[in-house]
């Protein structure tokens, strides 16, 4: 079947926005699960975010006005369903932002032998992030995706060239490893931030010239995602072992490691930039609409924007600074919001649509089991993931909060 051109602009723009920073924490997740396991979990967590992303489809058809999450909450729960989920998407774009600085101070810190402070360096990295946000349309999204998603793929296929060419001697590879329950979660937990897009999926769907391709296009895109993560993970891992970093591009060599994140830049900034954008537009709206700020150009309606910049940055910063290892927050953005946005409320999704049927014939019967199992398979990450992330937050304290120290 030949693709038709708007099929593969969407597929396209799919990709862009959704591989991120999450294949940055691939390698280390391998490495602290084993090589069969850590396969294991990208390919089958990948597989099942495409049936997840395929019943978020289903549901925007059945209900076509949903923009957000928001309007999917207000189906399910009503009025506190919408800013139960409003809410919780808002949250999630705060969070991917403190991740974003948090990578930003990575980066400062790789590339200048720690020449400064890593407060320093993440308060640059929130003041360059804030100043990018302060327009309030953001018409250059689709190739700030673009080139936030060349910049990550380069520097990903860097990283991969260079740990090949390069001898480590003594390197342990493992096929599985025995862990404790939290570790081994933890690990788990970051496999899941590499599938969390699912988040913009409605707001995809909605700008959708042909909404009814959204299905299609979701195959290309997770093929992709599949087939990048496993690749980078599995030959990262392989070629360095268990010491491999979180982010992976540190990795790289002292060298190649700070070209890496040079060309990572566009994606450190630029997809933050637009996630901020996300969250600021949701409280922006809520609290604009009513007065009808948001139509207007004068100073009120600017300086509402702007306040609301600095505050949702702000908070972005202090997130950044209270969980100052890489790894771990990420797996907290997953226990707290990709549990539920890409896996488990997906099954609620499909069980609301097909409430009444859920016994009609076997078939039926096999996927309202499925579906059940995903949306508890979503708790499940939920609270066993807060379980690892808060004891993994617990036992890293110590590393440098508000210091001058590294961030691994």
Not at 368 to 377: E, G, K, M, P
Request: hydrophobic fraction near 50%; charge should be neutral.
């Amino acid at each position: 079947m030949i693709l038709t051109r708007d099929l593969r602009q969407c597929g396209l723009l799919m990709i862009c926005e959704s591989v991120s920073l999450g294949v940055l924490s691939l390698p280390a997740a391998v490495a602290t699960l084993g090589l069969v396991p850590g396969i294991i979990l990208i390919v089958g967590l990948g597989l099942l975010a495409t049936y997840t992303g395929y019943n978020i489809g289903l549901f925007r058809e059945r209900y076509p006005h949903i923009q957000n999450l928001g309007d999917a909450g207000e189906i399910l729960l009503g009025k506190f369903g919408r800013e139960l989920f409003g809410i919780g998407q808002f949250l999630f774009c705060i969070f991917v932002m403190g991740s974003h600085i948090l990578t930003f101070r990575v980066m400062m810190n790789t590339i200048t032998n720690h020449g400064a402070c890593s407060i320093v360096f993440s308060v640059v990295g929130m003041v360059i992030s804030l100043v990018l946000s302060i327009p309030r349309t953001m018409k250059g999204m689709t190739w700030i995706s673009f080139a936030s998603f060349l910049s990550i793929f380069s520097a990903v296929m860097i990283t991969m060239i260079s740990v090949g060419v390069e001898s480590q001697p003594g390197r342990v590879i493992q096929a599985t490893v025995e862990n404790d329950l939290y570790t081994a979660f933890q690990a788990v937990s970051n496999i899941v931030f590499a599938y969390c897009a699912h988040v913009a999926f409605f707001g995809l769907i909605a700008e959708m010239e042909s909404p009814q391709d959204f299905k299609k296009s979701l195959f290309m895109l997770q093929s992709f995602e599949i087939c990048l993560y496993l690749t980078a993970a599995v030959v990262i891992y392989y070629y360095i072992g268990t010491d491999v970093h979180s982010p992976a591009l540190t990795s790289a060599g002292p060298l190649m490691s700070k070209v890496a994140y040079g060309i990572a830049i566009p994606t450190i900034v630029g997809a933050g930039v637009v996630n901020g954008h996300i969250g600021l537009k949701y409280i922006y709206f809520r609290l604009g609409s009513k007065s009808g700020l948001i139509h207007q150009s004068n100073w009120r309606s600017i300086g509402l924007w702007i306040g609301l910049g600095v505050s949702c940055w702000v908070v972005a910063w202090i997130i950044s600074e209270a969980i100052p290892v890489f790894s771990d927050l990420n797996g907290l953005i997953s226990a707290l919001f990709a549990s539920w946005f890409s896996y488990g409320l997906s099954g609620i999704y499909w069980l609301h649509l097909n409430y009444g049927e859920w016994f009609a014939s076997p078939r039926k019967i096999a996927l309202t089991v499925l579906n059940v199992a995903i949306a508890l398979f979503g708790l499940i990450l939920c609270v066993l993931g807060l379980y690892a992330s808060g004891t993994a937050i617990h036992n890293d304290s110590g590393n440098a909060s508000f210091s001058c120290a590294a961030d691994t």
